[in-house]
């Protein structure tokens, strides 16, 4: 599997989330709804409850998450017409005219991030909004987000908030033994 | 030989019969892509600059228009008040828009009331009727037997001023429903209505208010950045374990109705302890050794018995609070309808953050800074002299009468007293909702001879109603400058993104047309347009209507300002011209001018405190109908803690019916630690009874139909938590209805 | 995952796809098989070839329709994705099918063939080429050719699940032998099944054949099933998770009882109550009908609900 984390010289678009500030408001989702036409029923992120304790000592967690762009996406491996591709700036996509609805690359995903759509019957997932993205502005999830709970940004601009984030903070990603070497990274 | 032949046959018959079942549903997928490719061609986009209208909150907001179609709502970073964010319920305001269930046209009712027999009008046939109606009952009861009441909103000034020209003092407003305990508190403390820094805070205390998920305001960023990013401490008492509970360092289940033990109790430790500000003390606030002798006997060791709370905690957190001072503050909140002594409640509150000294300084409590509109002169009519039905200026006399007291006139007009009222206007409001009790708001609707609704939808009360007047959804209207005060002040725009897909109006032009009918046209004589260029004259920028046109609002540049009233002879609004902590004015009108604490209702074996709480998904009763916000909050539930479940032999999802003395409901419950064991709560806004609504109609249960009537004694406010119920299960999961 | 994506309809396709490899692995290896210069079970290897084709073309018929777009499964044809197990099961079963086609039409025989050649009408009369000499010939080779294609198929469909890292319950290296050893011995059951449906039931020679080969094959299953759960339970925790899907969880019953005894202890026991006159006297035998259909619908079943167990619990299984 060959890692692409970017080549130098291109950005790599990647996401922080600070899962202390998120408060569960919904707002991502349905900006997220509202911005790519996400149909009824489906979702292309969600935010991962977790009760834990006994009362009255409680605790709760709010944890958004959503195509985590990996570097060794499964996704685009399994597909078996090629539809499913990475950009070289990191983004995973799905070009809607080569899919054929098979299903694959939903099931390879460790983080059940894609789903079929079956309004347009190709398969769907998070695109980090690079129609937004390519004109120069943050995603919808990012933007419309009262606690400022996402960071997007390149990977590769030293001077960056998302580098300058990671750089200052530990953070963690998920499911990292499936091999899928994903670019969501959870600051600790 | 030819068994061969036939097998043959029968297979290849077989394929082709299949091939053709299967294909003949498929071949319909080929138009789609066609479709998509001619999309993608010309697209006109336009972006437009206007002002959420989904909560009370007023976002700043960039509508994105593509081909006529309202697209996407984008956050515009311009606004201090929304800080470049904007919620779910302001992205789901696309769906408010397109929702095929919105009233189209003027409706006049063609059968009994509440039967939802309508006839489709016109504007004229509408506007008529109504006029009529109204004169009908100006003359034969005065034009006081008419109740105007609304919903805070833009254009609700032009609903008010008709109601007033027309003659009646009967204008009753959201405050009375919500924030009047907390607002006239304040007031009676501070002289003004302050605003609470909290991105600067150190340390937070917060009673209910419920920030990190009842709405999203400025407080809920501040917050977050400053308990999150800046290292606040935040205390939170509440008898649910809410998101903001979630947050806290220290979350404590309060016995509901004892937070004004706790504030006496910190009092107690703060003064006794001389952690408070004494030169403040000292120079600005009047009544401090009253106050003092006042709270020695409220100590620790009762708080907790009346809070639960352990005096440990309360003698520690009233010590780590004076000494974070000024940087800390116990938060007012905002819904303060909770219980019949709740302005007191407020009032120890306001009492406690004037002495550690946190008044108009950084990371404390604020007096709001305001911006200076232009105002259009209009005619003015003669103010009604009659005395309100709600007889606020006996009953409640310190209350705000702008807002009036709206249980108390359900009560009068029910009663008939001080006389009769017999019309009812409503605007951009839900009585049979927003108030306690609705089989009794129901009775108040039938025994009216006339009720008018103006509202974008079929609400509960529009479908009891004679006229159903549908205004412009907000994304279809122009409404006037409204500035909103804060630390960070701002005048926002609201300006028509696409033109109104149905017959429908802006409130203006509503009342226009009613005032015109009944001789008042003159009072409204103008435009929106020229209400609002008369606004924007003041502001200090230059063509400022174009500018908000383009930015959607004005924020002057610059730090916020603190200490403007510090200066040396500043006069407080009061009537001492300093804080109050003992308040003559109470005292003159008969309540108590120290706050003393009466305890709540005690809670009988086996029954359950009713609380309220709201969630960000959904805008009280007005959002539940939202196809993207029910997608995300499908319908409520009961909340019961898992003890008290079992002794009832309630499971998850079991079918339950709750229980007060004024009715009934039944929904599924929710069976979690996350509230008291002797408290149930229930979101509200569900239930509806309008069939219009048809993804809130029958849709989970109403809140209303158990919440007992009750009142704050000092403000007439609201008072909600006061409903006890008792609850039973009376079904299994699988049999929810 | 929120839902399946893969439902029935995937269950049935691995299913019939494995039953055609399986059908032409018997046929092969019956056409091989020879006794003097003649094959040693002419019809076994006839009956397998010519039903060979059918079930895949109807399990992927039925799964071109449910594409999203039916009519885009062409563009399965016009790339090659090596990484793609899908893509790799794609052109296998292209080569599949052109070859139990052609095999089809090698082993379909001359009379009825002559006989359809004379009922055509006189505008079709040039598809009497259909029938030319080295038609028969063409066996052995497409035997040859197809047996490692079939075997291909057969290991493909194990492999499409084996190769997703993400669902724990699939990826064991495993996973490719149960599928396979599975349908090798569903395409003897089917035979078994067909050839019992005569009123003279089995011969003796091809029953022997039969019996043996599933016998061996469920036994395969055996040794490839158990280490697959041994394994698993001594794996991480989202492996012993996944495992623990068919042990005490929800498709616990489907695959102990349905699987397990129904679809390989129950067919194993009577296949070998059956052939004891072979094994322990050497006799020859004469199966009985009832029993050898019996057995073999069960391994059928079995096979069927080996591969709902897979695809249903492979989506509900995955990593923390």
Redesign the interface.
């Known amino acids: 599997m060959r890692e692409r984390l970017g080549i130098a010289g291109n950005p790599r678009w990647a996401l922080a989330i600070d899962t202390r500030k998120c408060i569960n408001c919904k707002a991502c989702i349905v900006a997220c709804k509202a911005e790519n036409g996400v149909p009824l029923g489906k979702f292309r992120n969600r935010i991962n409850e977790e009760f834990a304790g006994s009362y009255p000592h409680l605790r709760a967690s709010f944890e958004p998450e959503q195509c985590h762009h990996c570097a060794s996406p499964s996704c685009v491996r399994v597909c078996p017409t090629g539809a499913s591709y990475q950009r070289d700036d990191g983004l995973v996509l799905v070009r809607d005219a080569d899919c054929i609805g098979c299903g694959y690359c939903i099931i390879a995903c460790p983080y059940d991030a894609r789903y079929f759509n079956p309004e347009t019957r190709v398969v769907d997932k998070c695109t980090m909004c690079a129609h937004r993205v390519d004109a120069g502005r943050e995603p919808a999830c990012v933007e419309t987000c009262p606690s400022r709970v996402r960071i997007f940004g390149d990977l590769h601009d030293r001077n960056g908030a998302l580098r300058y984030t990671l750089d200052g903070r530990r953070s963690q990603v998920k499911k990292e033994q499936t091999g899928n070497h994903p670019q969501l990274y959870y600051l600790v | 030989?030819?068994?061969?032949?036939t097998r043959?046959r029968v297979?290849a018959g077989a394929?082709a019969a299949?091939?053709t079942a299967?294909?003949a549903p498929?071949l319909g997928?080929?138009p789609?892509?066609r479709r998509?490719r001619a999309a993608a061609t010309a697209t006109e986009v336009r972006r437009v600059a206007t002002a959420c209208e989904l909560c009370p909150n007023k976002c700043a907001v960039l509508a994105v228009v593509e081909n006529g179609r309202v697209?996407?709502?984008?956050?515009n970073p311009l606004s201090p008040k929304s800080?470049?964010?904007?919620?779910?319920r302001?992205?789901?305001a696309?769906k408010a828009l397109y929702d095929p269930d919105r009233v189209k046209q003027p409706l006049i009712r063609a059968g009994a009331r509440g039967e939802g027999r309508w006839r489709e009008a016109t504007w004229d046939e509408a506007l008529d009727f109504t006029a009529e109606r109204l004169r009908r009952i100006k003359d034969e009861y005065g034009p006081e037997a008419v109740l105007f009441s609304s919903t805070e909103g833009f254009q609700e000034e032009f609903f008010k001023n008709f109601g007033l020209a027309f003659g009646s003092p009967n204008i009753l407003r959201h405050p009375t429903l919500c924030l009047a305990s907390v607002n006239l508190a304040y007031s009676m403390t501070f002289g003004t209505v302050p605003s609470f820094d909290l991105l600067n805070a150190r340390y937070v205390i917060m009673s209910g208010a419920n920030r990190?998920?009842s709405i999203?305001t400025p407080d809920?960023?501040d917050l977050?950045e400053g308990a999150?990013?800046r290292k606040a401490k935040l205390v939170y008492l509440d008898p649910r374990?809410t998101?903001t509970?979630?947050?806290a360092d220290e979350?404590?289940?309060i016995r509901p109705g004892t937070d004004l033990a706790f504030i006496l109790a910190m009092l107690h430790v703060i003064i006794a302890e001389q952690r408070y500000d004494k030169e403040f003390v000292a120079t600005r606030c009047l009544g401090f050794d009253e106050l003092a002798a006042h709270v020695e006997r409220y100590t620790p060791a009762w708080a907790e018995a009346e809070t639960e709370i352990p005096a440990a905690a309360i003698v520690r957190i009233a010590r780590e609070f004076a000494d974070a001072a000024p940087r800390a503050v116990y938060y007012a909140g905002r819904r303060s309808s909770w219980y019949v002594h709740d302005f007191q409640m407020r009032r120890g509150q306001a009492i406690l953050n004037a002495i550690v000294g946190n008044w108009d300084r950084e990371g404390g409590v604020v007096p709001n800074s305001r911006i200076a509109l232009g105002e259009l002169l209009f005619l003015p009519w003669d103010e009604p002299t009659t005395e309100r039905v709600d007889e606020i200026a006996t009953r409640f006399p310190l209350a705000a009468k702008g807002d009036g007291a709206f249980l108390q006139a359900r009560e009068n007009v029910l009663a008939g007293v001080p006389y009769p009222v017999k019309g009812w206007m409503v605007y951009k409001q839900d009585p049979m909702n927003a108030l306690p009790d609705r089989g009794r708001t129901q009775r108040m609707l039938e025994a009216m001879d006339f009720v008018a609704v103006i509202d974008t939808q079929m609400s509960d009360t529009a479908w009891f109603a004679d006229v159903v007047l549908p205004e412009s959804m907000y994304l279809e209207r122009t409404d006037p400058l409204h500035m909103l005060p804060g630390i960070w002040p701002v005048v926002v725009l609201r300006q028509q993104v696409v033109p109104p897909m149905y017959d429908t109006k802006p409130n203006l032009e509503i009342i226009q047309g009613l005032a015109q009918r009944l001789g008042l046209g003159e009072y409204f004589d103008y435009t929106i347009e020229e209400w609002i260029a008369e606004q924007a004259a003041e502001l200090p920028v230059d063509n400022p209507l174009e500018y908000l046109k383009k930015h959607g609002v004005y924020a002057p540049e610059g730090a916020p300002f603190y200490g403007k009233t510090l200066a040396p002879g500043y006069r407080f609004l009061t009537r001492s011209g300093k804080i109050e902590l003992y308040s003559q004015r109470l005292a003159e009108a008969g309540h108590d001018p120290l706050p003393v604490y009466h305890p709540p209702t005690p809670i009988p074996e086996g029954s359950f405190r009713m609380v309220l709480g709201r969630k960000?998904?959904h805008t009280h009763a007005a959002t539940t109908n939202n196809?993207?916000?029910v997608?995300?909050t499908p319908t409520n539930h009961l909340w019961l803690?898992p003890d008290p479940a079992a002794r009832l032999g309630i499971a998850e999802g079991d079918l339950v019916e709750v229980t007060s003395a004024v009715g009934s409901v039944r929904l599924p419950a929710r069976v979690t630690?996350?509230i008291r064991p002797d408290c149930v709560f229930m979101l509200h806004g569900f239930g509806k009874k309008s069939p219009q609504l048809r993804r809130a109609h029958g849709n989970g249960a109403c809140d209303a139909d158990v919440l007992v009537t009750a009142w704050d004694a000092v403000s007439g406010n609201a008072a909600f938590h006061e409903t006890l119920v008792r609850v039973r299960k009376v079904g299994k999961e699988e049999h929810r209805a | 995952m929120p839902e399946p994506r893969w439902g029935w309809l995937i269950v049935l396709y691995l299913f019939l796809g494995g039953l055609s490899a399986g059908l032409f692995f018997v046929s092969a290896l019956a056409t091989y098989l020879q006794r003097g210069s003649d094959p040693a079970y002419p019809r076994l290897a006839r009956v397998g070839a010519l039903l060979a084709p059918w079930p895949v073309a109807l399990g992927s018929a039925l799964l071109v329709f449910d594409l999203g777009h039916w009519y885009r499964f062409y563009k399965l044809f016009i790339t090659f994705q090596w990484r793609s197990p899908m893509s790799i099961g794609a052109w296998l079963l292209a080569a599949f099918a052109g070859i139990t086609l052609l095999s089809f039409w090698s082993w379909l025989s001359a009379e009825s063939l002559d006989a359809w050649v004379r009922r055509l009408p006189r505008r079709l009369r040039f598809l009497r080429g259909i029938n030319p000499p080295w038609r028969e010939s063409l066996r052995r080779p497409l035997a040859m050719v197809g047996f490692p294609v079939a075997l291909g198929v057969g290991i493909y469909t194990g492999v499409l699940l084996g190769a997703v890292q993400a669902r724990p319950f699939w990826n064991t290296n495993l996973v490719a032998q149960i599928f396979l050893f599975s349908a090798m011995s569903t395409g003897c059951a089917l035979l078994i099944l067909a050839l019992s449906l005569r009123r003279a039931g089995l011969e003796a020679g091809e029953a022997r054949l039969l019996f043996s080969l599933d016998i061996v094959l469920i036994v395969l299953e055996f040794f490839v099933v158990l280490p697959y759960l041994i394994h698993g339970a001594l794996s991480p925790l989202a492996v012993r998770e996944a495992i623990g899907l068919v042990m005490g969880g929800p498709f616990t019953v489907p695959f102990w009882v349905l699987f397990f005894t129904l679809g390989l202890l129950l067919p194993l026991v009577l296949e070998l109550w059956e052939m004891r006159p072979v094994l322990l006297d050497k006799e020859t035998f004469h199966p009985s009908r009832t029993l050898a259909a019996l057995s073999a619908v069960l391994v059928l079943f079995g096979g069927l609900v080996l591969r709902y167990v897979f695809v249903f619990a492979g989506q509900v299984s995955a990593f923390q």
């Open positions: 030989m030819s068994r061969g032949v043959r297979l394929a299949a091939a299967a294909l498929q997928c080929a789609v892509a998509r697209k996407k709502l984008d956050p800080r470049g964010m904007l919620c779910a302001g992205n789901a696309i990190f998920e999203i809920t960023m977050i999150m990013n374990f998101v509970a979630a947050k979350w404590y289940p960000a998904t196809v993207w916000l997608e995300q803690h630690p996350e």
